[in-house]
T-cell receptor, first 113, second 115 residues
Framework: AQSVTQPDIHITVSEGASLELRCNYS??????LFWYVQSPGQGLQLLLK??????LVQGIKGFEAEFKRSQSSFNLRKPSVHWSDAAEYFCAVGIGGYNKLIFGAGTRLAVHP | NAGVMQNPRHLVRRRGQEARLRCSPM?????VYWYRQLPEEGLKFMVY????????ESGMPKERFSAEFPKEGPSILRIQQVVRGDSAAYFC?????????????FGPGTRLTVL
């Protein structure tokens, strides 16, 4: 069965520090992978997506993610975190011809000044 | 170009009442997805609709839940005889086409509280 695992429920980093959020997926075919961010009480905003091609994907707000097929991973990174990055981050895999999204449970990021 | 709109943003119902959640997709989008987010959990797919058609309802509970996307007007997610376990945030997303490479754009959600 298809699934997405985000091993870290909560992460706390200091402002200016680097960040890596982990995501592992289970899907038999070529995955379409997404990272979304959700601020408190808000909807989801797409940060970046991977369909094919270059395995290092650039997104908005200075985020990037790397697809590693051998590890079934799609980790999200940012070199220097800003206080405004505090939010919940969701990794998702799109399945089927219409991209039904299977979400991970999310990682809540806190940023210390 | 307005984004995906959902209303109401907050809805309070007593057990046994009906809840109607509305979703207006982005202009030019004819595909709508509904997801449910239980407290402290990720989003779970419920249903995928095109205009006047339900394409995939594999995530919908078999009873009390229904969805429609009429030719005119918003998509409606209807929950009959609500129970406390229905309390959640319900998100709608839309995309322009049925394509595995299309991005889904999410609305702000409707937060349903069942007393």
């Amino acid at each position: 069965a298809q699934s997405v695992t985000q091993p870290d429920i909560h992460i706390t980093v200091s402002e200016g520090a680097s960040l890596e959020l982990r995501c592992n997926y289970s899907y038999g075919a070529t995955p379409y992978l997404f990272w979304y961010v959700q601020s408190p009480g808000q909807g989801l905003q797409l940060l970046l997506k991977y369909f094919s091609g270059d395995t290092l994907v650039q997104g908005i707000k200075g985020f990037e993610a790397e697809f590693k097929r051998s590890q079934s991973s799609f980790n999200l990174r940012k070199p220097s975190v800003h206080w405004s990055d505090a939010a919940e981050y969701f990794c998702a895999v799109g399945i089927g011809g219409y991209n039904k999204l299977i979400f991970g449970a999310g990682t809540r990021l806190a940023v210390h000044p | 170009n307005a984004g995906v709109m959902q209303n109401p943003r907050h809805l309070v119902r007593r057990r046994g009442q009906e809840a109607r959640l509305r979703c207006s997709p982005m202009k030019g989008h004819s595909h709508v997805y509904w997801y449910r987010q239980l407290p402290e959990e990720g989003l779970k797919f419920m249903v995928y609709l095109q205009k006047e058609n339900i394409i995939d309802e594999s995530g919908m509970p078999k009873e009390r839940f229904s969805a429609e996307f009429p030719k005119e007007g918003p998509s409606i997610l209807r929950i009959q005889q609500v129970v406390r376990g229905d309390s959640a945030a319900y998100f709608c997303a839309s995309s322009p086409e049925q394509s595995s490479t299309d991005t889904q754009y999410f609305g702000p959600g409707t937060r349903l509280t069942v007393l």
